[in-house]
């Protein structure tokens, strides 16, 4: 079901940015984790730290930027207060903070946190999603713009999805295991434009929003709970729908030579599907299918060229031909204590894997075996959690513990 509230102002092209410059949402301007940087470090130490910034309360989001200014949330211990973040890019300096009530905590996941969502800015305004606490926009100064509730967010899980910006839009994934919708704001006003009942419970799905060509137009495709569908930024309307073979719609898809590569995060096959087409497309548009490797709750896939990249949160590795969906090879890392939750960054030619345990990451080259270039340590105790993706911006990496942000240099 549709529910129209308002106009639609969509002004000139949709987000067209240079990733070495700003990093302004979740998993970057195409939000799949892929950045055009080439000079960004592939091997580094706890010497290569350039600065450590300890963080106010704790939380999982990445880290955006706009400008010398990077924006992250975090959260007090009991969830009663999440907080907006503002630092500089340069020396991590805290330049403002936010304090964000919320009477009624929703309940996390001891892998979720009461500050998962990132932010997601355009350069005049940041808009910041803490569930139960609210929908906030700020300008680039701090100002309070608006604010809006969106419920009570049920369930045991908490909530992940970050919002994204289209045109004049916020657009707002509310999975849950109650009512879940899809949620348009005008980005100046705050006013609802549109909504969208989504049929995802009684799980819910977590998952943020890709933005694609489809050759017609534009349009937003978003994993879930019983498969991936994909909507009209404009109104909402439900485009197409192909269904998973398995639930649990964490991961965000990746989308290369107009194919969506989608997991779920519960063990099953993952799959290819081309766009096109409109209503149930399981059978008309999926390329391919083919078993997975590593268990469930898995980080987002990779394409990378010829190869289809998707690891586990065990620490398996497997390499699908992208084409084909053929398994190449499937392989556990050899690194004592790993876990891999963060979903990948792309560059260069690398994957970027960090883990849970202590912030190492490790970058593996694809090819027709598994290839690890490089295991590096930020010099982080194995204790500090890492479940956010790295952040590259202007030649360094930026990574995000519970409690920290750590940017890396050469």
């Given at each position: ?11 000139g092209?949709?987000f ?33 730290v ?7 309360g704790?939380?999982?989001s ?13 959260s ?82 908490g909530?992940?999805?970050s ?107 993952t ?9 149930d ?53 050899d ?5 891999l939750?963060a ?13 849970v ?17 490089a295991?590096?340590?930020l ?32």
């Open positions: 079901m549709m529910i129209l509230t308002g106009a639609f102002a969509l002004a092209s949709f067209s940015l240079n990733a070495e410059e700003n990093w302004p949402r979740f998993r970057g301007p195409q939000g799949t984790g892929h950045s055009t940087a080439k000079d960004l470090p592939s091997q580094w130490d706890k010497k290569s350039m600065w450590k910034t300890t963080l106010k704790t939380g999982q990445s880290p955006v930027n706009w400008g010398d200014k990077l924006f992250v949330t975090s007090s211990d009991d969830g009663r207060e999440r907080y907006v973040i503002c630092l500089s890019k340069n020396d991590g300096k805290v330049i403002w903070e936010k304090i964000i009530a919320c009477e009624n905590p929703e309940k996390a996941h001891k892998m979720n946190s009461w500050a998962t969502p990132s932010c997601v800015t355009d350069g005049e305004r940041v808009v910041a999603f803490f569930g139960p606490a609210g929908i906030h926009c700020f300008d680039l100064d701090g100002k309070k713009l608006w604010s809006q509730n969106l419920g009570d967010f049920p369930g045991i899980w909530v992940a999805a919002p994204v910006m289209v045109g004049d839009l916020v657009i707002q994934n509310t999975d849950c295991s109650g009512p879940s919708a899809l949620v348009a704001f005008d980005k100046k006003t705050g006013k609802k434009v549109w909504e969208t009942v989504r049929e995802e419970k009684p799980r819910g799905g977590w998952s943020t929003p890709i933005v694609v060509d489809s050759g017609k137009g534009k349009i937003l495709v978003l994993n879930g709970e019983f498969g991936v569908r994909a909507y009209d930024p404009k109104n909402g309307k439900e485009l197409w729908f192909c269904k998973a073979f398995n639930g649990r719609g964490a991961p965000v898809p990746d989308y290369a030579n107009n194919v969506v590569y989608v997991v779920n995060g519960k063990p099953g096959d799959y290819a599907v081309e766009l096109g087409g409109s209503g497309v399981t059978e008309s548009k999926m390329k391919w299918h083919a078993k997975r490797q590593g268990g469930r709750d898995l980080p987002s896939p990779a394409v990378m060229g010829n190869y289809f990249m998707v690891a586990s949160m065990s620490g398996v590795v497997t390499c699908y031909d992208a084409k084909s969906g053929d398994t190449l090879w499937s392989e556990k890392i690194h004592k204590g790993l876990q939750a979903s990948p960054l792309v560059a260069n030619g690398l994957l970027y894997l960090q883990n345990n202590g912030g190492e990451v490790i970058i593996i080259k694809p090819g027709k075996k598994l290839n690890v270039v295991i590096n340590s010099g982080a105790d194995k204790g500090e959690i890492f479940r956010a993706t790295l952040a590259p911006i202007d030649g360094r990496l930026y990574a995000r513990s519970h409690n920290a942000l750590y940017c890396i240099g050469k």
